[in-house]
């Protein structure tokens, strides 16, 4: 008997769809913002990292509700998006997608920035002095040695969007088959008597698939890093 059934294996599949989707749509942005706060020294730097790092510290609800009244329907952003592009992300599975990146955001900047601090600048000052630019330095040098600080932001990205719930639920609510994840479903269907089942089922595949991602990094940084150190 499946007791998951129809809706459950909707919910999975479109949180899986959400957590891909986020991390790959913030993982440049990351990478650019770690870069940011790492290497360069500029006027704004401190409020840079304080907007960077304030969904980590916000309720969620609260950073759900600034995303609906900016990128809702009425919203600025949203408006323009929806008359200009036709992308409307109110109460639609792309909207998740959007506040999942935006939660996962501070983790994957935090572990990116780790990376590139630890990187030696004077590695990158040598490739500067050969006539390298900053550009070919940093795909050269830097890229590489960091990799492994990527997939680890990638992944705790991936993972915090697979599990993210109250911007998520604010922003686009939990509507069965469009909008509704793992988290949002688990929800719901505790509010059902009878449901024990179901809700062990959701349960059980969020924790296999958040730590199959865990242990896949795990594997993926040591062979990485050890073919850096080569």
Not at 2 to 31: E, Q
């Amino acid at each position: 008997m499946d007791l998951l059934g129809p809706s459950g294996w909707a919910a999975i599949m479109l949180s899986l769809r959400v957590a891909v989707v986020a991390m790959i749509c913030a993982l440049p942005l990351a990478i650019g913002a770690a870069y940011l706060l790492a290497r360069k020294r500029f006027f704004g730097r401190q409020l840079l990292n304080g907007i960077v790092h304030l969904p980590l510290v916000l309720p969620p609800v609260v950073t759900g509700y600034l995303l609906l009244v900016t990128f809702g329907k009425q919203g600025p952003i949203g408006s323009f998006l929806e008359q200009v592009f036709g992308i409307s992300l109110g109460f639609r599975w792309t909207g998740a997608a959007l506040a999942a990146a935006v939660m996962a955001f501070p983790l994957m900047v935090r572990a990116i920035r780790l990376g590139i601090e630890a990187v030696d600048p004077g590695l990158e000052d040598a490739a500067a002095t050969l006539g390298a630019s900053r550009t070919r330095v940093f795909m050269t040098v830097t890229l590489p040695l960091i990799l492994p600080s990527i997939l680890a932001g990638a992944v705790l990205g991936f993972a915090k969007a697979l599990g993210e719930f109250g911007a998520t639920i604010t922003f686009v609510a939990a509507i069965p088959g469009q909008t509704q994840t793992i988290p949002s479903a688990i929800y719901g269907l505790l509010q059902v008597p009878g449901s024990e089942p179901a809700v062990l089922g959701l349960v059980t595949v969020a924790i296999i698939l958040a730590m199959g991602a865990l242990l896949i990094s795990e594997w993926l940084s040591h062979r990485m890093a050890r073919r850096v150190g080569r």
